[in-house]
């Protein structure tokens, strides 16, 4: 279009341009070619998403690329994983409660020592208890893991079983004396473990989680910006009900098996809905690879970090507001470039071409063309470092009485 614009100009300023009419048609058509140079153009987008991108990484996100920045201003849907997203990660033994004729000591020997082979939470929480009462433990044998259920071991030549009730019931260990404690535990927050020796049920273990200081206020802001907040939890729902309260979440998905997150990201995708999966750990990594952007928490597995789009240094949600905030910012910068370079093109080509010249007498030289082509792109240029200056929305901090 520009070339022919050009071809035009020099056309008719030859045929009907004032003498020496090749002369001013040679410079018009030079002027409207260096007017129509697509710099700003070529400039508008990239120098914005890269500024972006620098300004996500000084605020502790890793962005992987534009899509990303982009689809994030999209998002009506959060999804988050509850242990070591919203909460801090490092659970605690509460409560203690083995069967009648065991003691708490021989309960935490057995337990502690068969979760020596396991990396789920509660392993660590059990040993640190043990490591704090000076309970000693013992290298367990035939150690097996079932995903989002439970561990077996052997302990001294004694069968340990340690997980959910399905686990148990799936494996014959009646756990029905336990049920009232574990309804009050559940509606505590708390997440109740089953511990069996030698087939039989032993005791139950409580697990408590503290939640972050900023998730309160983070979903609070996720809310104010238009966001369906749903937290996903192996818990049984009374326990994740509970926390979800504390976070003021009010959509649970629980219990979800590591297996089917990305089911549960998958069906909300369905809905024709924008989705955003938050987690840490390697059971969240195939919901994290199926969402439209996957945010990991930095101080999660690296199995997480790999399949995410976006990468929250510091470990807290509320940086998923920031995200937000910058993406939008970045795309309106992005579209204040567009309108000005279409502007320029829009406006001084025409006169490049000489349509004032028989008003007023005005031409164009190809040496203010060449100034005003530069004077777009630097323009352009200014704008999109005018992002350096974004600043994070801040997120107020709120605990839970």
């Known amino acids: ?31 409207v070619l260096i007017v129509a140079c697509p710099c700003a153009l070529g400039l508008a987008t990239p120098t914005s998403i890269m500024v972006g991108l620098g300004k ?12 990303a920045l982009e689809t994030v201003r999209k998002l009506d849907v959060i ?11 490092k659970p ?20 502690a020592s068969a979760e020596q082979g396991s990396e789920h939470p509660a392993a660590s929480a059990l040993l640190a208890l043990a490591k704090e009462r000076g309970v000693g433990v013992v290298q367990p044998t035939a150690f097996a893991a079932v995903q989002g259920q439970g561990i077996s071991a052997s302990v001294d030549s004694k069968d340990v079983l340690i997980g959910n009730r399905s686990f148990m019931d799936e494996r014959g260990v009646e756990c029905d004396e336990f049920d009232a404690e574990v309804v009050r535990l559940s509606n505590l927050g708390r997440t109740a473990v089953y511990i069996a020796v030698g087939g039989r049920i032993a005791g139950v273990a409580a697990i408590a989680d503290v939640l972050k200081e900023t998730s309160k206020g983070a979903v609070e802001a996720f809310h104010k910006m238009g966001l369906t907040v749903v937290m996903l939890s192996g818990d049984n729902h009374a326990t994740a009900m509970a926390v979800a309260r504390e976070a003021g979440i009010e959509r649970v998905e ?22 955003a999966m938050v987690g ?3 059971n969240d990594a195939p919901a994290l690879a199926r969402a439209d952007v996957g945010i990991a928490i930095g101080t999660g597995t690296d199995v997480a970090i790999e399949a995410s789009d976006i990468t929250l240094i510091g ?14 910012a970045t795309i309106g910068n992005i579209r204040q470039n567009l309108f000005w370079a279409f502007f320029y093109n829009a406006a001084l080509i025409p006169v490049a071409a000489g349509v004032l010249y028989p008003f007023f007498g005005i031409l164009m030289s190809p040496v203010f063309a060449a100034a005003a082509m530069a004077l777009s792109s630097v323009s352009v240029l200014s704008n999109a470092l005018r992002l350096r200056w974004f ?11």
């Open 315 to 328: 470990g807290d949600i509320s940086a998923v507001v920031t995200a937000m905030a910058l993406s939008r």
């Open 254 to 275: 629980a219990p979800v098996l590591p297996g089917e997150k990305a089911a549960r990201v998958a069906k909300l995708q369905e809905g024709g809905r924008v989705v």
């Open 56 to 67: 996500g990484a000084e605020n502790g996100i890793l962005i992987r690329g534009a899509d």
């Open 92 to 111: 605690v033994i509460t409560d203690l409660l083995p069967v009648s004729g065991m003691t708490d000591t021989e309960l935490l020997f057995f337990a």
């Open 391 to 401: 600043r994070a929305p801040q997120v107020t901090l709120k605990k839970a009485p």
């Open 1 to 31: 279009a520009v070339i022919i614009i050009a071809a035009v100009t020099f056309v008719v300023w030859s045929a009907l341009g004032p003498e020496p009419a090749l002369t001013h048609a040679l410079l018009n058509f030079v002027s």
């Open 280 to 282: 840490d750990g390697i």
């Open 79 to 89: 999804v988050l994983d509850k242990t070591g997203t919203l909460t801090v990660g």
